[in-house]
Structures are given as C-alpha cells and as structure tokens.
C-alpha cells in the first residue's frame, strides 16, 4: 500500500493556504534540521562517544565526517522519493520522508556507545546519518514545492520562505536546549550523556508531527497533471534540463555553505577555536536563528515585490567581500560580542539571499519535474559543499593555522552563487 493510501484513501486536492497549511508541511522540516543541528552542536561529544582516539582533533573530524556522510545520500534520495512524489504526489512523498528521518533520529538516539558494542556504534551511526541523509534529499524540495504551489499570487517568496524559516525554528530550540542542560548538567554529563537528550526530545516529536502532516492536501498544480510521470521518463528529464540543474546546485551553493556555518559549526568554533563558553557559542547560535526566522519571510517578500535576482546579486557580493574580514576581526579579539557581531552580519546576508534564491529555483524547474529537480540540486549542493563545511572549516584551520579560514570558505560560496545568478539570467534570456 502506497504512503498516500495508508495515509487515506481519498486525499484532498485543492487551493490550501494560510498559517495552518504552511506549519503543517513546514514542521516536518522542523524536525529534519532539528537532529541536524543537534549533532553539530554536540559534535564533539558524539565524536568521543562513537570514535575514541585520544586525540580531540581526530574524534572531531569524524564526527563531522560522519554528519557530511549523510549528505552524500541525499542526490539519491533526491532522484528516487523526488520521482516519487512527481508520480504519486507531494503529499505522499512528504509523509514517506518524516517517516525515515524519525527512523534517523531514532538510530542517534538509542545507540549504545563505541566502549559497550564497539565498532558496531559507529557503523549503526553512519548507517543512521545516511538513511537520514537519502530522506532529506526530498525533504526540503518538496516542502519548498509544495508552498510554491499552494501560494496565492504574488506571494510565492514569501510562502516559499518559511520551508527555510522552519529551520530556524530548530536552530532556536535545538539552542535553547543546550542552554538550559549546560545550565542544568555539568559539562562532564553533557558530554558522557547529556548530548543523547536532545535527540531523544526529537523522537518524541515526531509522532506528532507525522499525524499533523497527514492532513495535508494535495497541491493543484499536481492534481491538475493528466499525465504521471514515470521514474525512466523523470530521469530522462533532469538529463534533458541538466544545466537548470546545474545552475540550481550554484545558486544553493551559498544557502548551504553559509547555514551550516552560521548555525551547525557555530557552537564548535566557539568553544573549540574562539575558546569561549558553551553558553556563549549557544546563546549567539539561538540568536542567529532567531534573525534568520525574522529575516527569511521578510526578504522572501521583498523579492515578490522587487524581484529576486537584486536580492541574490546583492547579498553574493557583499558575502564574497566582507566575509574574511569579518572573521579576521572576530579572531584577533575573541569575545561575545564579536562572535554575536559577526554571525548576525553573515546571518542577515543568508537570509535576504536564501529568501529570494529557494523560490527562484523552483520557478527555474518545469512543474512536471519539480520536485525531482530541485531536490537534485539543492542535495547536490549540501552534498558537494554544505555538509561538509563544518569538516571543511576544522580541517583549514588546522592546516592553515589561520582562525579566520572559514571566512574565505563562505566567500568561495558567494562567488559560485554569484556566477549562477548571471548565468540563470542568461538561461531566461535564452528561454
């Protein structure tokens, strides 16, 4: 039986919008960056506890190995649910993708330590990271479809926006519950045991928001479709329009690079590289989401009214400038202040670009492929550069003996970004 028939027989089809439409298909968003946050946040905890080596450095790398590892499925989980859901529905492909990032979540949460099973933990991890990985491959591109279609005229910018605002809805809990168990627990516990609660709150979650997205009604745009196309038929079309998707994974390129750094990588530079306390790496980390839920629907809407290419033309530059520098200053004087600084500056510069980019990328995709298409691009990007940015970030500063290198890191984003912008207008010029 298919997702959409366990989910009922007879989904609705039909114009859906307004605030309970957008929170019911953003939440399982939520809940997809959510365990993605909290594994960065307790990086370094989950390298101790899964890969013990004796040497920080070492356990850090593969932690963060381990949490780009899951970006790598996510062009296969693009393709495969992402035909899925241009075959059988958005719905449909929705409700399939909550369900194997819980068993994701879950898989974090509950797996015994390298010291109890030995090698095992670290397998059934990654094993864990890469189902999650291939659901979030779809996830976001279909929650960012799925607004786009059942947006009323001239608001799709700022319907769109909130696939990317939910995120921040995480970034800012994930934040405020490792604020309150630092405070809570002593920095020993939290490393021995602490990090597991988080993850298993998300476990708890879940079932609720699956039985909130089951509500959800088809889109219009795909109900009105007389044709389904077949799996062979989609992949001949992401082959046929390969450079739309090419052009979509540039234009992600920044989204990607700059939120993991903003966010997942945050905690650790400050602690690890800044040498700062947990409750300053987190209180920055929850203010950075709370600019970003502010900033995203605000500039999403912007762009309905002044067009998104200024936005992504404006927000690359200043990104591909400004940058380095910025983390220049933040590491020759280390404080609270500068980190809070400079992380709310490159917060403000992902939120009016991401604002304008994601439903940019989705108008850029033809209907009958877009699910299949943006999640392409999009997971390529998280999967080439995004996901890896906090391994990245780590393995410069170690080499370079350069603090500041995961600024010029954010600024190679911005100039591939910057280059999709000018060659997405030549393609609609050519159109």
């Not at 298909?25 to 960056?33: C, D, P, Q, T």
């Not at 699956?210 to 044709?227: D, G, I």
Request: net charge positive.
């Amino acid at each position: 039986m298919s997702t959409a028939a366990a989910a009922g027989k007879h989904p609705k089809a039909g114009p859906e919008t307004g605030f309970w439409s957008v929170f019911r298909v953003a939440s399982g968003n939520f809940l997809e960056m959510y365990d993605f946050m909290v594994f960065g946040y307790y990086a370094a905890a989950i390298g101790a506890a899964f890969f013990p080596s004796g040497d920080k450095f070492s356990e850090l790398m593969f932690a963060f190995m381990t949490f780009g590892a899951g970006f790598l499925m996510r062009p296969l989980g693009a393709v495969i649910l992402g035909a899925y859901a241009d075959k059988h529905g958005r719905r449909a492909g929705l409700l399939l993708t909550l369900t194997l990032m819980a068993v994701g979540v879950v898989t974090l949460a509950l797996t015994p330590d390298y010291k109890t099973i030995g090698v095992a933990a670290p397998l059934i991890v990654l094993a864990g990271r890469l189902l999650q990985g291939f659901s979030a491959g779809m996830e976001l591109g279909g929650v960012s479809v799925y607004l786009s279609e059942i947006a009323p005229p001239g608001r799709k910018g700022f319907y769109v926006a909130w696939q990317s605002a939910s995120q921040q809805v995480a970034v800012v809990v994930a934040a405020v519950i490792g604020l309150t168990l630092n405070h809570l627990l002593g920095k020993g516990e939290m490393n021995a045991w602490g990090w597991r609660i988080p993850l298993l709150i998300g476990c708890l979650i879940a079932p609720v928001l699956f039985f909130m997205r089951r509500s959800m009604q088809e889109t219009e745009a795909f109900a009105k479709q007389a044709h389904r196309p077949e799996f062979a038929e989609i992949w001949r079309g992401l082959l046929t329009h390969a450079r739309i998707v090419g052009i979509g994974l540039m234009l992600v390129t920044m989204t990607t690079v700059s939120f993991y750094m903003i966010t997942a990588y945050t905690p650790t530079f400050g602690t690890e590289v800044l040498k700062l306390s947990s409750t300053a790496a987190f209180t920055v980390t929850m203010c950075v989401g709370l600019s970003n839920l502010i900033f995203l629907p605000v500039m999403g809407a912007l762009s309905d009214r002044v067009g998104r290419k200024p936005l992504l033309y404006a927000c690359t530059l200043l990104m591909l400038v400004t940058a380095y520098p910025a983390m220049r200053w933040l590491v020759a004087a280390p404080s609270f202040g500068a980190l809070l600084a400079v992380e709310l500056w490159l917060a403000i510069l992902y939120a009016s670009y991401n604002g304008a980019m994601v439903v940019f990328l989705t108008e850029l995709i033809p209907v009958k492929l877009r699910t299949a298409g943006f999640s392409l691009a999009y997971s390529l990007a998280a999967a080439l550069f995004g996901g890896f940015s906090p391994a990245v970030a780590t393995w410069l500063i170690k080499h370079t003996g350069d603090k500041a290198m995961p600024g010029a890191w954010l600024s190679a984003a911005a100039l591939i970004g910057l280059g999709a912008t000018l060659m997405a207008r030549k393609h609609e010029e050519e159109a």
